[in-house]
């Protein structure tokens, strides 16, 4: 079961912005990396942007990079991720969870999920 929960998503129109909040429960975020992910329509769940611990390094695929924005609040436990620019593409549920970050991927480190948050982008 997640330790997770996601909230934030919505419906927008093209071009307009939202912020999505990953919280924690039941254990202090600090000492991981986290990251976010979403599962379009009829696709598999893909690493979008993590965050190492410390914030020392994030990462970006690049469908979202120059228009998404990893954040994390470890006294309020808390993973935010900031898009702006949004596109229909972009359309999905998004998840958060442990990950693995690599030079420029972010790989889930377990396979347990949360409810996610819908985004929805259309006119």
């Known amino acids: 079961q997640s330790q997770f929960v996601e909230s934030g998503g919505g419906l927008v129109q093209p071009g307009k912005s939202l912020t999505l909040s990953c919280v924690a429960s039941g254990f202090s975020v600090d000492h991981y990396a986290i990251g976010w992910f979403r599962q379009a329509p009829g696709k598999e769940r893909e690493g979008i942007s993590c965050i190492t611990y410390g914030q020392e390094s994030k990462v970006y695929v690049d469908s979202v990079k120059d228009r998404f924005t990893i954040s994390r609040d470890d006294a309020k436990n808390t993973v935010y991720l900031e898009m702006s620019g949004l596109k229909p593409e972009d359309t999905g549920v998004y998840y958060c969870?442990?990950?693995?970050?690599?030079?420029?991927?972010?790989?889930?480190?377990?396979?347990?999920w949360g409810q996610g948050t819908q985004v929805t982008v259309s006119s």
């Open positions: 969870g442990f990950v693995v970050v690599g030079v420029s991927s972010c790989t889930a480190l377990l396979e347990e």
